[in-house]
């Protein structure tokens, strides 16, 4: 989409460059004098069309990598370091600096989160308000787990105080599509629970990581938090073959975490916490209510231009009721307003990926090709940086947009008429995240909803696929994830349990009471978090 510069509004022009020269390792924001890489955004500010340059980041190297694994090995020093023998309160008042500061950034992140990925204004600032929500969640939950260990237990004779530990250094790798909420949904939970880290930023989204340089640097010790920027082949790999990550976090696509996964030389050692890709269905019973099932599937499918893991990627649609469907939501998809992300009420944004139009006109050129038609009047219709979401119905099995996580503005509808046609499409798909049930017939839905929970693990009844509340737990079957995020879930991702015991005596309770007294172990501890 094209447009001028003096119809941005005054707080979203680019009036700099963000050229980002450093990058953070064991504390110091160390200057990069070598190669850069141009960030440019889809987003034009000229008349005609024309991207925009955003600023510069480092295009680090192997050494630089290995630098920053070096340094959380050492901040982590076989678990003897500062961070993960640190007490819990102490470890708080590190993240409580750090989202006070992270906070003071809000205009900034903002403001880069549209130009970046083209996420609209109103999305844009939830997630940002979203992250530092999920932070300070993430410390009151730490803070219960904390009390909850406060006590000793005792079982035959033997007295246990049973804490959650660190498993050591954690390789974080975000997404672009939530480039800070998702990825902190990683890195804030690795940190608390006393793991060291090295963090790349996702490929778009990454200037956005740039206010937050400083913060993490006075917020936490020395190579506790250690932030590489540059290509994932060339600096995640290399961190995977040392074979001294102990944990790979990562919210992406399951080809690289199974390619990330395999160079690691000691797979039975690597502790793994991933986000991956769904093609999470909805299916539209025929007592549906139609105009519900309609509003939330347009949310489902082209919330951010349906680039979310958890969009809804294809529709089932009773042959009842499939016409009626199909018009209503057709209708409603081109009533959608496109536009820049600061407009008020787009719901439509330049997609950030350069290839993207043209792959998703390759799924609807090969859709049409095999029956399917263009339910839409505005469907497909192509800019440099958009195309408008189309609507395709009938698909089938044979097409690749039913087969591919499209992450794009395209929404197949398939028809059924035995709710076993798209059951056993869910049993045989790849994937295992969300569904999300129209109907209201009880008879009708208990017993699918008794299916669909040993299918996938979250079913949303009359409502659009989510990851939030963030309490609640967020995972997926087969190559969807592996491991759980939520607030409480994410804590015990990142940490193992771990215990010291001791035989009930007097020389041993004896000793056990003078380390409670004396308060000189941060691990044996009954005090109460407040």
């Not at 308000?129 to 000793?152: C, G, L, N, P």
């Not at 998702?182 to 790349?200: C, D, H, Q, R």
């Not at 395999?262 to 299916?283: D, T």
Request: proline share 6%; with cysteine.
């Amino acid at each position: 989409m094209s447009t001028a510069i003096n119809t941005i509004p005054a707080p979203y022009k680019i009036t700099s460059l963000l050229h980002q020269n450093t990058y953070l390792v064991d504390g110091e924001l160390k200057v990069w004098d070598g190669e850069k890489t141009e960030v440019y955004s889809t987003i034009s500010s000229t008349q005609d069309y024309k991207p925009t340059l955003l600023g510069t980041i480092p295009n680090l190297g192997e050494a630089q990598a290995m630098e920053t694994l070096n340094a959380a090995l050492n901040a982590y020093d076989r678990g003897q370091g500062l961070w993960p023998t640190m007490k819990v309160l102490d470890r708080i008042a590190c993240m409580e600096k750090f989202v006070t500061q992270m906070k003071t950034k809000r205009a900034e992140v903002v403001k880069l989160l549209m130009w970046e990925i083209g996420k609209n204004l109103p999305d844009s600032e939830k997630e940002f308000d979203r992250t530092v929500d999920y932070i300070y969640d993430t410390i009151e939950d730490y803070k219960q787990i904390d009390r909850d260990s406060a006590k000793f237990e005792k079982n035959d004779g033997v007295y246990a105080h049973i804490r959650r530990g660190p498993l050591g250094v954690v390789l974080c790798l975000g997404p672009y599509n939530y480039p800070l909420n998702e990825t902190f949904s990683l890195l804030i939970p690795a940190l608390i629970m006393g793991n060291t880290v090295v963090f790349k930023p996702a490929k778009h989204g990454v200037l956005l990581i740039s206010p937050l340089l400083e913060a993490f640097q006075s917020s936490f010790p020395k190579g506790v938090v250690n932030v590489v920027y540059g290509r994932g082949r060339v600096l995640a790999t290399p961190i995977m073959q040392s074979g001294k990550v102990d944990i790979l976090a990562l919210i992406g696509n399951s080809k690289s975490a199974n390619a990330l996964q395999s160079v690691h030389p000691k797979g039975n050692r690597l502790r793994m916490v991933l986000g991956l890709e769904a093609k999470n269905p909805a299916i539209i019973l025929p007592d549906a209510d139609l105009d519900l099932a309609v509003n939330e599937c347009i949310a489902g499918a082209l919330s951010f231009n349906g680039q979310r893991c958890t969009a809804l990627k294809v529709l089932y649609v009773h042959d009842s009721i499939v016409e009626e469907f199909n018009k209503r939501f057709s209708e409603k998809v081109d009533a959608l307003k496109f536009g820049n992300p600061w407009e008020e009420g787009v719901k439509l944004t330049p997609l950030p990926e350069v290839e993207k139009p043209a792959y998703i006109k390759e799924l609807i050129d090969d859709a049409t090709s095999k029956g399917a038609k263009l339910l839409n009047k505005k469907g497909g219709e192509i800019t440099e940086n958009f195309i408008f979401p189309a609507v395709l119905y009938p698909v089938t099995k044979e097409m690749r947009v039913f087969n591919e996580e499209q992450f794009g503005p395209v929404v197949p509808v398939v028809p059924f008429s035995h709710i076993d046609e798209p059951l056993d499409d869910m049993a045989e798909s790849n994937y295992g995240q969300q569904v999300s049930l129209f109907g209201k017939d009880v008879k009708t839905i208990a017993p699918l909803i008794d299916t669909l929970v040993n299918l996938v693990c979250r079913v949303n009844l009359n409502s659009s696929c989510q990851r939030g509340p963030d309490v609640y737990p967020f995972t997926g079957r087969k190559d969807s994830a592996f491991s759980t995020l939520s607030v409480h879930d994410a804590l015990r991702s990142f940490s193992i349990r771990t215990f010291v015991a001791s035989k009930d005596n007097a020389y041993n309770n004896a000793i056990l009471n003078e380390l409670l007294e004396t308060k000189a172990s941060n691990f044996i501890s009954t005090d109460y978090i407040l």
